[in-house]
């Protein structure tokens, strides 16, 4: 059974950096499409980053040069680096597993991050 | 860019009775289309990839249909559990993707 947990997420100030990881279990990330999505309160759907099995990383504009997509093999799990958060940034995160069809087949349960000082 | 253009915002529907929700792209997107449903307090779920292709489990209830930058996503006999916020993504120009801003389907 495939399933994601996020964990990381918490109260950071402006400026500041933190680093979310995403476990996984039933499926090897390594080979896998991985994506990061994250949703401010009360708000849509934004996607953020993904990573190739390959290892190719894809940034949406707004992340480009702040985040960073990496994977550990040995720990089958993939992260998100966040550098330089701003209040903006604050939402729930979720990783998410695409499929063959290139859609999130998958979905963690998400984890909470909130910028403010 | 391609930006994607949900309405209405809110929609009211009756159970039992047939809900009809819009996604519009803002240039083609083929059939790279996706709809997802979350629940409150839960993570989206896949429902339809491919603009009409049903995922695993999801009822047949749920269709989906369109190309191009018109499509619909269709829910017949609504349920309780239908309930829910919609979303549609574009996948046309993967691995870059986009949401559309979502519509919420609620109980009249």
């Known amino acids: 059974e495939v399933q994601l947990v996020e964990s990381g997420g918490g109260l950071i100030q402006p400026g500041g950096s933190l680093r979310l990881s995403c476990a996984a279990s039933g499926f090897a990330v390594s080979r896998s499409y991985m994506s990061w999505v994250r949703q401010a309160p009360g708000k849509g759907l934004e996607w953020v980053s993904l990573?190739?099995?390959?290892?190719?990383?894809y940034y949406a504009d707004s992340m480009k040069g702040r985040f960073t997509i990496s994977r550990d093999e040995s720990k089958n799990t993939l992260y998100l680096q966040m550098n330089s958060l701003s209040p903006e940034d604050t939402a729930m995160y979720y990783c998410?597993?695409?499929?063959?069809?290139?859609?999130?087949?998958?979905w963690g349960r998400g984890t909470l991050v909130t910028v403010s000082s | 860019e391609t930006v994607m253009t949900q309405s209405p915002a809110t929609l009211s529907v009756s159970p039992g009775e047939r809900a009809t929700l819009s996604c519009r792209a803002s240039?083609?997107?083929?059939?790279?289309l996706a709809w997802y449903q979350q629940k409150p307090g839960q993570s989206p779920r896949l429902l339809i990839y491919?603009?009409?292709t049903r995922a695993t489990g999801i009822p047949a209830r749920f269709s989906g249909s369109g190309s191009g930058t018109e499509f619909t996503l269709t829910i017949n006999s609504l349920q309780s559990e239908d309930f829910a916020v919609y979303y549609c993504?574009?996948?046309?120009?993967?691995?870059?993707?986009?949401f559309g801003q979502g519509t919420k389907l609620e109980i009249k």
């Open positions: 998410a597993k695409l499929g063959s069809t290139r859609t999130m087949d998958y």
């Open positions: 993504q574009q996948y046309d120009n993967w691995p870059l993707c986009s």
């Open positions: 990573i190739y099995s390959g290892g190719d990383t």
């Open positions: 491919g603009a009409s």
């Open positions: 240039q083609s997107v083929s059939s790279n």
